[in-house]
């Protein structure tokens, strides 16, 4: 099963595409990986037409049956950083859910503990964590693109390996005797 990792952005939108493999040491294989870059100094409507457009193609020529996609996080000292990021995402999970693909959202605290150890890990250790497992011999650049692969591993091995739902039960009736 391939998983399509996405890091959104409108100057960079990294991808990173894995085979999830429960059996393979790493979790499975890179397909490809790469970023989508936008024209940055466009108007917002034509750069988020252009994000479109290349995950049109991404999705035609990698076939994923996943496609899990970075939540906002709060930019405490520049909330218009998130709202920005906002419009990205909401092109990709379209994008996504009108080709009837699973979509996995993911905040990225979950992916920086399942790429290093550390919810708390920044860029350069997620690049460091995702060499590592792919057996690299740099990290890879830009960042996005290490964030994205992170992402794809971390979807897939959610969605390999699903957390039970915990069960709600009223046992109150059972203790009063």
Do not use: W
């Amino acid at each position: 099963m391939r998983v399509l990792g996405l890091d959104p952005g409108l100057s960079l939108t990294g991808y990173g595409c894995v085979a999830a493999d429960p059996t393979s040491p790493a979790g499975g294989r890179l397909v490809e990986a790469g970023v989508l870059r936008l024209p940055s100094r466009r108007p917002l409507a034509e750069r988020l037409q252009a994000l479109e457009t290349d995950l049109a193609q991404v999705l035609d020529d990698l076939a994923p049956a996943v496609v899990a996609v970075e939540s906002v996080f709060h930019h405490g000292r520049n909330p218009r950083t998130a709202i920005m990021m906002a419009h990205a995402r909401g092109v990709l999970l379209l994008g996504a859910a009108r080709r009837g693909l699973e979509v996995v959202e993911l905040p990225p605290a979950t992916v920086k503990r399942a790429a290093t150890g550390s919810g708390r890990a920044d860029k350069a250790q997620v690049q460091a964590a995702v060499a590592a497992r792919l057996g690299l011999d740099g990290p890879p650049e830009p960042p996005d693109v290490a964030d994205a692969i992170a992402i794809a591993f971390a979807a897939a091995a959610r969605v390999l390996a699903p957390i039970p739902e915990p069960t709600v039960r009223d046992r109150s009736a059972r203790t009063r005797g």
